[in-house]
């Protein structure tokens, strides 16, 4: 009878230091705010056959990163979870022939965005083989993968510590089970206790801005440019994160190939897929991809090329940047490189017109104003 007592002490000691492991865990995953490290201690308290309820000190140490607009995520980085598992357990679990002890663990916890119903999550973890002293107190970290978590909406968010359960077996040397097999112990955070872990205004996303697009773009293998016009419209999606692009009107440019034989083409930037990029400080990085379309090209005057099926065989990506002093009210210069592809379809001259337009290095220099409507 005394070994069966202190089988179960045992085996509830070590249940709770899994449950409260899993339970901050998952807690810390979704609680500081952006690049803030965490270091938090909480109490809970387990049943214990025989011996009543047990309290049971957690440390809970990560690095978190919350969104700043809607949309965003909530992430975390380097989280460790440490339960201190006390003496009388270890002796315990001695008594029945273990050596070791792992298990599984439900963490429950409760997130709270902006004017969202209240969300219950239950994360499953799990706690790795730990091996036991003859005698003395000993540590467990529990460990787990937790998936990020979207915030669609703006004004507070919280997320709350709930109860936790948790499922430990212990073992002995040679892997087999003890006489207590495996065992399930609920736990309860204990009152008194701040359990908001994250508490934060989600602001509202920036907002969205259509500007008026002049400029150029310089084809480096013609040694030509042409001049650009048309719209970039931008619809933040989240905090850093926007969709749209330019779309350019039809240009023309105007060049001579080996430096003396006149030539003409018109140019078409047909967005290909959807467009987007990134929010950075007062300006952003746009992304768009393109394929290039040769509609007409002359030589001296005459078409040696005609219709949308001359184009590029591969689209082109740009990174446009914007410059210094660059601002989403007012606008200002956005700049960039791609490369083109070899061209297909512009008939039997397509192997010498790709030989003079493909290749890396082309440039686009534009400046974006405000438009309405």
Do not use: W
């Not at 387990?46 to 990560?62: M, Y």
């Not at 973890?125 to 993968?145: H, M, N, Q």
């Not at 001296?300 to 082109?316: D, I, L």
């Amino acid at each position: 009878m005394p070994l069966r007592i202190n089988v179960r002490m045992l085996l509830a000691a070590g249940l709770i230091v899994l449950l409260t492991a899993a339970s901050l865990l998952f807690v810390a995953v979704h609680s500081a705010a952006a690049g803030t490290p965490v270091d938090k201690k909480l109490s809970f308290t387990c049943p214990f056959p025989l011996i009543g309820l047990q309290k049971l000190d957690v440390n809970i140490k990560a690095d978190f990163e919350v969104p700043t607009a809607p949309g965003g995520t909530l992430t975390t980085s380097g989280l460790t979870i440490t339960v201190t598992v006390p003496d009388k357990a270890a002796r315990g679990l001695n008594l029945v022939g273990a050596t070791t002890i792992e298990g599984t663990a439900a963490a429950g916890v409760t997130l709270v965005n902006g004017d969202a119903k209240p969300f219950p999550v239950r994360i499953p973890l799990d706690v790795a083989k730990t091996e036991l002293p003859p005698s003395g107190s000993f540590t467990t970290v529990a460990k787990g993968s937790v998936p990020t978590v979207t915030l669609a909406k703006p004004g507070k968010t919280t997320l709350t510590v709930g109860d936790f359960t948790t499922r430990l077996t212990p073992k002995k040397a040679d892997g087999s089970y003890t006489g207590i097999g495996s065992f399930t112990s609920d736990c309860a955070l204990d009152p008194g206790q701040d359990a908001v872990l994250l508490s934060f205004d989600l602001g509202e996303k920036p907002a969205g801005h259509r500007y008026a697009v002049a400029g150029k773009t310089g084809v480096k293998a013609l040694g030509a440019t042409a001049p650009l016009t048309g719209t970039f419209d931008l619809s933040p999606t989240a905090a850093t994160v926007f969709s749209g692009g330019p779309v350019f009107d039809k240009a023309h440019t105007e060049f001579r190939l080996f430096g003396f034989v006149p030539g003409a083409a018109d140019l078409e930037f047909v967005a290909d897929g959807p467009q987007g990029g990134d929010l950075t400080g007062t300006g952003f990085v746009a992304r768009p991809r393109f394929t290039t379309v040769l509609p007409l090209v002359t030589l001296v005057g005459m078409p040696v090329s005609s219709g949308p099926g001359c184009r590029t065989s591969a689209p082109s990506t740009a990174e446009l940047r914007t410059g210094d002093g660059f601002t989403m009210a007012a606008g200002g210069a956005l700049t960039g490189t791609y490369s083109l592809a070899p061209l297909t379809g512009c008939g039997a001259f397509t192997p010498y017109l790709s030989t003079f337009v493909q290749g890396e290095g082309n440039t686009f220099d534009l400046a974006l104003s405000p438009r309405k409507g």
